[in-house]
C-alpha cells in the first residue's frame, strides 16, 4: 500500500535564498508525522506548499496518488491545515465560527448541523459554544482552530506548531486529541522548533534545518541511527565509600585512573559521583556501537583497580540529542 | 391553548425558511451580517444617522413657512449629505477593512482551502455592503419623501438620486474591496490604506457634489430624455466598472486551474456594448451624428486601455478548460482568446457605427474620417505590444506584464517622438510624420479632412497587418503552450 502523502525532491526558493532544498518524504495513513527543526528551517513553507498555498520550485507533491501541484483544487477537500496563527475571527462565537465555515464547506442543513456538533463534541468545546473566539484561552482558540480543520472529514492533517505556547495541560489535551485521529486513520503532519513537544506525540519524525532534511523515519530508527552518529556519549557513575579508604580519595584515584583512558574527556568529580565523556577525536567517524565498546573498557579498568563502582550508566539518547547530533550544535 | 400552539408555530416555519434562505445565499454574508450586527460602529452610525435625519425634518418643518418653496431642496441635500456619509464613506471602509483582515489575520487562506473560490468571498464583502448600504437607505427614505411634502423637489428626483447613490455605493465598495486585494505586504498595506482614504474622501466630496447637482438642477429636466440618459449613463458605468473592478480582483486571487477570466471578460464586453448603446441612444435623441465620432474615440480609446489588460492575458490555459472550450472560447483564459475578444468587439463597433454614420450621410467629412480611423489606431497599439513583446526572446513565457510595460513604452514613444523631430527638421511633413500617433494623427485627420483620406487607408493597413501578425503569433504560442 503506497502512502497518503508522497513529497518527492520538493524545493523552493526565495529569489536566491534556498528555503525548502530537495526534501522528500512520505506519510501512511494513521500516522503521525513531526516536522522539526528551528525558526527558519523551512518548516512553514514545506507545510504551506502540502497545504496548496504555495507552488514549489521543483519537486512534486502526490496527496492519494494525484499531484496537488498540478490539481490543487482537487487536493484541497482532502486536507485541512492550520497555519501557525490559529486564524479567528473576533466578534464571532465558537459555534458561529464552525459554522461559517461548515457553510463555506458547502454543508446543508442538518447535515451541517450535525457535523458542527460532533466536531465540538470531539474538541471538548461544547461548553463554549456561545463564547466569542476573541474571549478564548490561547488553548481554547487553538481547539477551536483544529475543530475548523476537521470539518470536512480531511484525510490529511497538516498542524504548523500547534503546541507552541500551550500550557503543559493543553499540551496533552492536544496530544490525545491527535492520537485519536491517527486512529481513525487520519495522517497528521505537525510542526515544532520545541523537541519535546513533538516526542511523545509522534509516530514517525523528519528533522530538518536550512531546507534540508537531515533525517527520517520513526522515532526509534531515529534515535538509534543518531545515536550511533554522534560523536560523544555522557557516562555517570557513583562510588560507595564503605571500603576503608575516605570517598574524597576514592574519588581522586578514580578520576586519575580515567583520565589515562583513551577517549575520555570532561571528567568532573561531584561527592559520590563522577560524570565524563567519551568522545572520539574531531573528524574520527563513529563506527556503529563505539559507545557501547569504550564504556565496557572503562568499566573493565576501573573494576579491576578495585574502585568501589555501585552504578555505571550512559545517559539514554532522546529526541533531543538527536537534534543536536544531526544539526552539529547549529541551534541556539 | 390553542392561541399558543399558533404563535409557537408561525416563527418556526418562518424560521425553517429563514434557515432555507441562509443555506442558499454566499456563507460570507451571514458571517458579515453576524458579526456586523454585533459590532458597535453599525449601531453608532445607524443611530447618528436617524438623529440627524429627524434633526434636519424638525428644523424644515420649523423654518418651512419661511423660505417655502427651497425648504424641499435644500432639505433633500442635507439629508443626502448624511446618507452620504455612511454610504460613500463608512461602509466603503468598513468594507476594505473587513477585506484587509482577512489577509492579515490569515483567514484568507483558510477561506480559500474551503474551496469557496475568491470571487464567492468578493461577492460576500460586496453583498453585505450593499445589503447594509439598503438598510441605511431604507431608513433614510422617509425622510426623503419628507422633503418631497415641502415642495421644491419631485418624486423622479428622490428616485433617481437614491438609485444613484446605491450605484455609487457599489462603486465605490468595489474600489475598496479591489484595494484591499492588493494589500500583500505590511509596507503596501499601509500604504493602500491612505491611499483608500484619499479616495474615499474624494469620492465623499464627488458624492454630495452629485447631489446638490441632482437637487438643483433635476426638477427642471427630469422631464427630457437627456437627462435620463444622463442618469442612465452614469448608473450604468459606476455600476459595471465596479464591477469590472471586482471581477479583475477575483481573476487575478484565482489560481492558475480555475476558469478565471470569465467574468472579468463578460462585464468587459458588457461595458463595451452598453457603452455603444448608449452612444446610440444619445444619437438618436440628439440626431446629430458628431456624437457617433465622439461614441468612436472613446470606446477606442476604451477598447486600448481596459481591452489591453484583457488581451495581454498570460498564454494558455489549464488543460482542463481547453477540453471543455476549445480555443475560441473567448470568455476563457489564455492571450489568444482576450485578444480575439477584445479585437471582435472593437471590429463590431467600427462597422455599425461607419455604417450607421453612411447611412445618415450628414456627418462631415472630417470628423467621418476620426470615426473611421480611431479603431484603427485601437487596433494598432493593441498588436504591437504584442507583436514587440514577442520578439524579446527572454523571459521565454511572454508575461502580460511585459506586454503591458512595453505598450506603455510604445505610447510614450509614438506620441511623444514624432512631433518632438517635427520640432527639430522644421520642413517635415507633419501629416506623415505623426501618421502613426494615435493623438495628434487623429487632430491631423480631423484638420485635413479630404486630404486626410490616404492616411486612414494606410494606418488601417498597417494596423490590420499588425493585428494579424498579433493574432498568429498568439495562436503559434497557444499551439506550442499545448503540445
Ligand atoms: N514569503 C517569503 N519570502 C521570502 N522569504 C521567505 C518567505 N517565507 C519564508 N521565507 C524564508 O524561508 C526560510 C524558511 O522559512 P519558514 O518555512 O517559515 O521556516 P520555519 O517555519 O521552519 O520557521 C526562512 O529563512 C524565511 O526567512
Ligand atoms: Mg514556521
Redesign the interface.
Known amino acids: 500500500m503506497s502512502a497518503l502523502l508522497e513529497v518527492k525532491g520538493l524545493t523552493r526558493y526565495y529569489g536566491a535564498l534556498k528555503a525548502v532544498d530537495d526534501i522528500t518524504f512520505s506519510l501512511p495513513a494513521g500516522t503521525i508525522l513531526g516536522f522539526i527543526g528551528p525558526n527558519g528551517a523551512g518548516k512553514s513553507t514545506t507545510m504551506r506548499i502540502i497545504a496548496t498555498l504555495d507552488v514549489p520550485t521543483s519537486g512534486e507533491v502526490l496527496l492519494d496518488g494525484k499531484s496537488l501541484v498540478a490539481r490543487p483544487d482537487q487536493a484541497r477537500p482532502l486536507l485541512g491545515y492550520m497555519p501557525d496563527r490559529y486564524g479567528t475571527y473576533d466578534d464571532m462565537t465558537v459555534f458561529e465560527f464552525l459554522d461559517f465555515f461548515a457553510r463555506a464547506y458547502r454543508l446543508r442543513g442538518n447535515e451541517r448541523k450535525a457535523r458542527v456538533d460532533s466536531v465540538m463534541d470531539f474538541t471538548g468545546l461544547m461548553p463554549l459554544k456561545d463564547k466569542l473566539t476573541s474571549e478564548l484561552s490561547k488553548g481554547m482558540k487553538q481547539r477551536v482552530a483544529l475543530g475548523r480543520t476537521l470539518l470536512h472529514d480531511p484525510k490529511l492533517l497538516i498542524l504548523d506548531e500547534p503546541a507552541d505556547g500551550l500550557d503543559p495541560r493543553a499540551r496533552i489535551e492536544l496530544r490525545e486529541l491527535l492520537r485519536a485521529l491517527a486512529s481513525q486513520g487520519k495522517a497528521v503532519l505537525i510542526s515544532s522548533h520545541i523537541l519535546t513537544e513533538l516526542s511523545e506525540i509522534c509516530d514517525t519524525c523528519a528533522i530538518i534545518e536550512q531546507g534540508h532534511l537531515l533525517a527520517t523515519g520513526t522515532v526509534q530508527e531515529v534515535l538509534s541511527r543518531t545515536s550511533n552518529a554522534a560523536a560523544f556519549s555522557e557516562v555517570e557513575l557513583t562510588l560507595w565509600a564503605g571500603a576503608g579508604m575516605p570517598l574524597e580519595e576514592i574519588a581522586r584515584k578514580t578520576e586519575r585512573l580515567l583520565l589515562e583512558q583513551p577517549l575520555v574527556t570532561n571528567v568532573s568529580v561531584l561527592n559520590n559521583a563522577l560524570r565524563f565523556r567519551l568522545e572520539l577525536a574531531v573528524g574520527a567517524t563513529p563506527a556503529s556501537g563505539w559507545v557501547e565498546e569504550a564504556s565496557v573498557r572503562v568499566l573493565k579498568v576501573l573494576v579491576n583497580a578495585e574502585i568501589p563502582v555501585t552504578s555505571f550508566r550512559t545517559r539514554e539518547h532522546d529526541l533531543e540529542d538527536a537534534f543536536m547530533s544531526v544539526t552539529k550544535g547549529r541551534v541556539q | 391553548m390553542s392561541a399558543q400552539a399558533v404563535t409557537a408555530r408561525e416563527p418556526d416555519a418562518f424560521d425553517r425558511f429563514g434557515?432555507?434562505l441562509a443555506?442558499r445565499i454566499n456563507?460570507?454574508v451571514?458571517?458579515e451580517v453576524?458579526?456586523g450586527l454585533?459590532?458597535r460602529v453599525f449601531w453608532i452610525f445607524f443611530s447618528l444617522m436617524l438623529v440627524a435625519c429627524l434633526f434636519i425634518s424638525l428644523f424644515a418643518f420649523a423654518a418651512s413657512d419661511g423660505i417655502a418653496d427651497k425648504a424641499g431642496q435644500a432639505t433633500f441635500i442635507a439629508y443626502f449629505v448624511c446618507l452620504g456619509f455612511v454610504q460613500f464613506f463608512v461602509i466603503p471602509y468598513a468594507a476594505y477593512r473587513s477585506m484587509a483582515r482577512e489577509a492579515e489575520?490569515?483567514?484568507w487562506?483558510?477561506?480559500?482551502?474551503?474551496?469557496?473560490g475568491p470571487r464567492r468571498i468578493l461577492a460576500g464583502k460586496l453583498g453585505s455592503s450593499v445589503l447594509q448600504g439598503i438598510l441605511y437607505a431604507s431608513a433614510a427614505t422617509p425622510f426623503l419623501l419628507f422633503s418631497y411634502f415641502l415642495n421644491g423637489i419631485d418624486l423622479p428626483t428622490i428616485i433617481v438620486g437614491v438609485v444613484i447613490s446605491m450605484g455609487y455605493q457599489i462603486f465605490l465598495v468595489s474600489v475598496s474591496v479591489s484595494l484591499a486585494t492588493l494589500a500583500e505586504s505590511r509596507l503596501v498595506r499601509s500604504l493602500l490604506h491612505f491611499v483608500l482614504l484619499g479616495v474615499l474622501l474624494q469620492g465623499l466630496g464627488f458624492g454630495i457634489t452629485g447631489a446638490v447637482l441632482i437637487g438643483e438642477f433635476a426638477q427642471k429636466v427630469t422631464s427630457t430624455a437627456a437627462f435620463w440618459l444622463t442618469s442612465l449613463a452614469v448608473l450604468f458605468g459606476m455600476i459595471t466598472t465596479g464591477l469590472l473592478l471586482f471581477e479583475s480582483a477575483a481573476a487575478r486571487l484565482s489560481?492558475a486551474?480555475?476558469d478565471y477570466a470569465r467574468g472579468a471578460r463578460f462585464v468587459y464586453a458588457i461595458q463595451f456594448i452598453g457603452a455603444g448603446l448608449l452612444f446610440l441612444w444619445g444619437w438618436s435623441i440628439s440626431g446629430e451624428a458628431e456624437v457617433l465620432t465622439a461614441g468612436s474615440v472613446t470606446l477606442s480609446v476604451y477598447a486600448t486601455l481596459v481591452g489591453l489588460f484583457v488581451a495581454s492575458d498570460r498564454d494558455g490555459m489549464a488543460k482542463v478548460h481547453w477540453v471543455s472550450g476549445g480555443r475560441y472560447a473567448l470568455l476563457k483564459p489564455g492571450g489568444l482568446r482576450g485578444f480575439v475578444l477584445v479585437i471582435s468587439l472593437l471590429m463590431l463597433m467600427a462597422v455599425a457605427f461607419t455604417g450607421l454614420a453612411l447611412g445618415e450621410g450628414t456627418l462631415p467629412m472630417g470628423a467621418m474620417l476620426v470615426l473611421v480611423a480611431a479603431p484603427a489606431f485601437a487596433l494598432l497599439m493593441l498588436s504591437l505590444p504584442v507583436v514587440v513583446a514577442r520578439w524579446i526572446p527572454h523571459p521565454p513565457w511572454q508575461t502580460p506584464a511585459m506586454i503591458r510595460l512595453v505598450f506603455l513604452g510604445l505610447i510614450v514613444l509614438m506620441t511623444g517622438v514624432p512631433p518632438l523631430i517635427g520640432e527639430i527638421v522644421s520642413d517635415a511633413d507633419d501629416l506623415f510624420l505623426n501618421a502613426l500617433n494615435p493623438v495628434v494623427g487623429l487632430i491631423n485627420i480631423e484638420r485635413q479632412s479630404h486630404d486626410a483620406m490616404p492616411l486612414v487607408l494606410l494606418v488601417w493597413g498597417i494596423a490590420v497587418g499588425l493585428g494579424f501578425s498579433a493574432f498568429f503569433s498568439l495562436r503559434s504560442r497557444d499551439t506550442e503552450w499545448l503540445a
Open positions: 434557515e432555507q443555506d456563507p460570507i451571514v458571517k453576524r458579526q454585533r459590532t489575520d490569515e483567514t487562506v483558510l477561506l480559500t482551502l474551503t474551496g469557496i489560481l486551474t480555475e
